[in-house]
């Protein structure tokens, strides 16, 4: 039992220290643009924190699925309306070395 229990200590840290690694962006968005059709890029004024596996200080997204279509709408309305936004990575890079986005907020 007392080994079981050392392991999640051990998975939770691990995983408090992945996110610790996701990097931010925040501000207007500066540029958008797509790959092959399937995947859509932004950069956003300000980038705290990349992650090592992103030296193009973008962010990533896939246009495959429901929840990548839904954010890459929130970005072009973002665009639009001329919004600052706040973009929270998840500190890994599966699109073109860049960062994957966990969430995207704008305010009114």
Do not use: W
Request: proline share 3%.
């Amino acid at each position: 039992m007392k080994n079981i229990f050392a392991i999640l200590i051990a998975l939770t840290g691990l995983m408090t220290t992945a996110f610790s690694f996701a990097g931010s962006g925040g501000g207007k968005i500066t540029r958008v643009y797509s790959h092959a059709g399937d995947v859509a890029i932004y950069r956003t004024q300000h980038y705290v924190s990349p992650p090592s596996c992103n030296p193009y200080g973008e962010f990533a997204i896939s246009l495959k699925t429901y929840s990548g279509r839904a954010i890459h709408a929130q970005v072009l309305t973002a665009v639009q309306e001329d919004k600052t936004v706040a973009i929270a990575g998840t500190g890994t890079c599966t699109y073109l070395s860049r960062e994957n986005v966990r969430y995207i907020y704008f305010n009114n």
